[in-house]
């Protein structure tokens, strides 16, 4: 029997970089806010002198329990889908500022392209370069309607970098706050490289500080100190925005949040119409809980979005037979491989120091910034280098042809250690009928409710594609000068084991139409005015850029949504 608590006004899911912007926003206005996160208290102190591989990289210490809680993988619908027990191709963060405390700090907007990808691709290419069951929509806003969010996310984060440097991105209201990183001899070969083919290399949007800043809020954070060990890492410094050195603290402040750790949301509570509060367990007593609020925020990334509606009976469930429901719709990953990787047997580039975003990245092959009339895709890739710092167990890259095991193997490892540079691609991922999220029907979570399931496997636009962007990538490094290339320009089916990226979007898309999506554009549940689905879940397909900077944005732009609706007391925001 649950213990009822009493009402408050707003409820915030999950305390990542959504719960955290949405937390920060709606108490400096005054708002009493409860935000429940199932993992536990977190602070930059927890980070000092701990470059510890074992325990963060191959232990996963800031990830989700899969013991607890995980999701369920089939490639297509004729196979039965089985339980994800050990982390592969992506981590879920667990614990206060959830996945953004061991992110890489890599933020770069989507393109004004991406917010309009059908009406953009119809008027240049015509309908049929969309192919039959790719559902790809408008986003039902424009870049230039999100630009004062992106921009808001920017200057809080302190994103360092010039955006002069790239000529195709949409139309920026101001500069980035903080100047570039360093540019590396690697990053510099690359440069010069990606320069003489005619290309537009600049140096990555980065949340890792390339100096000293002080944001709007009032928060000051130190540089980065290039150390190497960022990503699956919390940053000992602060230098890497987070949301518990940024926003989190900003919230605690105004003294109108109240943050409970270890309690776990089961259910949004609901009458068909509002939702009413949400159930949540505390996972180390097991003591059950019913928090009632006048206004629900999911916050909980992709997975916990869409399984929270779906366990708890809200909005049309998607039927990928007829197309036709809108939750779990349009689950969209990253397309990976086609990269290029040069062994340089006579130089050393000192790759031991790095950062999370610290890399340079050419912007000619994402989105439709090329024409696409004789190419069997649509939309593109990032091109990049990035120096993320070779940690002494995690990263040992050796020319093809050497054993993996024994004295060969110890050798070429320590030659190539500092010899070793990658040009990779990062590619969009289009939404298809048969890609989706529901229910599992076997496997249960710790709590007794079904597993979230996801179908999803590479198209053949997925195949063109790394075969395009291989052929770029093996381009620029050529010109790099190595001793020696490896790459592979084939794309197999999607396998769930080897780490890609904890890109996962779709399930709770954002729109115009109620009938094709299931918020609004500021992530107000249609069919449940008081319900905020906040994160990549609203993201219709996924970009060839990194999703925070645009999941950010969106969510300055509902907690202003929340903001109007606690004001106007009911009815949809417009
Ligand atoms: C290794 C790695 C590197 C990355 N690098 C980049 C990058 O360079 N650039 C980029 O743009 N993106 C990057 N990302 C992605 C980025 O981290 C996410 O886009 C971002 O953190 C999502 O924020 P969120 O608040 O939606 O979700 P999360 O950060 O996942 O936060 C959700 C929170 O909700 C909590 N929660 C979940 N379920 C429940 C529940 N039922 N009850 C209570 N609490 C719950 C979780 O514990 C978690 O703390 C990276 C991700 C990973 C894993
Ligand atoms: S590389 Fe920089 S931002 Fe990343 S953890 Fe180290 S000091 Fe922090």
């Not at 870049?143 to 921009?151: I, N």
């Not at 997975?303 to 929270?308: D, G, H, P, Q, Y």
Request: glycine residues 10%; proline residues 6%; neutral net charge.
């Amino acid at each position: 029997m649950a213990t009822k608590l009493p009402s408050v006004p707003v409820l915030i899911v999950g305390m990542g970089w959504m719960g955290g912007i949405l937390s920060a926003e709606l108490t400096k206005q005054g708002v009493k806010v409860v935000a429940l996160e199932r993992g536990k208290p977190r602070q930059m102190e927890d980070y000092y002198m701990v470059h510890d591989e074992l325990r963060y990289f191959f232990r996963y210490e800031m990830m989700q329990d899969l013991s607890k809680e995980t999701i369920t993988f089939r490639n297509t619908e004729k196979m039965t889908a089985v339980p994800m027990r050990e982390f592969g191709s992506f981590l879920m963060g667990e614990g206060l500022g959830g996945a953004g405390v061991h992110w890489n700090g890599q933020t770069l907007r989507f393109l004004p392209y991406d917010f309009e990808i059908y009406t953009k691709t119809v008027e240049r290419y015509g309908k049929r370069k969309i192919p039959e069951g790719m559902t790809i929509q408008d986003w039902g806003i424009t870049y230039d309607e999100l630009e004062p969010y992106f921009d808001k996310f920017e200057k809080m984060a302190g994103i360092s970098g010039d955006p002069e440097e790239n000529p195709l991105i949409g139309r920026r209201s101001s500069p980035l706050p903080t100047k570039p990183m360093i540019r590396t001899p690697a990053l510099k070969r690359f440069e010069e490289a990606a320069k003489k083919l005619g290309y537009h290399p600049y140096m990555m949007p980065s949340a890792n500080l390339s100096e000293n800043y002080t944001n709007p809020d009032g928060i000051t954070r130190a540089a980065c100190q290039y150390c190497g060990f960022c990503e699956r890492y919390g940053c000992e410094y602060g230098a890497k925005a987070d949301p518990v050195v940024t926003v989190i603290p900003v919230a605690q402040q105004t003294g109108n949040l109240e943050l409970r750790s270890y309690s776990n949301v089961t259910q949004v509570l609901h009458d068909g119409k509002k939702a009413r509060g949400v159930l949540y367990t505390n996972t180390i007593t097991g003591e059950q809980f019913e928090q009632p609020a006048d206004v629900v925020i999911l916050a909980g990334y992709v997975f916990t979005n869409v399984k929270l509606l779906l366990v708890s009976n809200i909005g049309k469930k998607y039927d990928p037979a007829t197309g036709k429901g809108v939750i779990g719709k349009n689950y969209a990953y990253q397309t990976g491989g086609g990269s290029a990787v040069g062994f340089f047997d006579d130089e050393e580039f000192n790759l031991y120091a790095g950062a999370g975003s610290l890399g340079m990245e050419v912007p000619d092959f994402n989105g439709d910034n090329f024409d696409h009339t004789d190419v069997n895709f649509i939309h593109g890739s990032g091109i990049r280098i990035s120096q993320t710092g070779f940690r002494p167990i995690a990263t040992n890259s050796t020319p093809a042809g050497t054993k993996q095991w024994g004295k060969a193997f110890k050798q070429a490892s320590i030659k190539y250690a500092n010899r070793v540079l990658t040009v990779a691609q990062q590619g969009s991922s289009m939404p298809w009928r048969h890609h989706y999220m529901d229910l599992d029907p076997t496997y249960k979570d710790v709590y007794g409710l079904p597993l979230l399931r996801i179908t999803f496997d590479f198209e053949e636009q997925d195949r063109q594609l790394v075969k395009f962007m291989a052929a770029k990538t093996k381009e620029i490094m050529q010109e790099m000068g190595p001793t020696s290339i490896g790459s592979n320009d084939q794309l197999g089916p999607y396998n769930i084991v080897p780490y890609q990226s904890t890109h996962n979007t779709g399930g709770a898309i954002m729109g115009a139409d109620p009938s094709t999506s299931a918020v609004n554009s500021y992530l107000q549940m249609w069919d449940m005015e008081n319900l905020f689905v906040v994160g990549a879940s609203a993201f219709p397909h996924n970009s060839g850029y990194n999703p925070t900077c645009t999941v950010g944005a969106l969510a300055y732009r509902a907690a202003e949504g929340i903001a109007k609706y606690l004001k106007q007391g009911s009815g949809l925001v417009l």
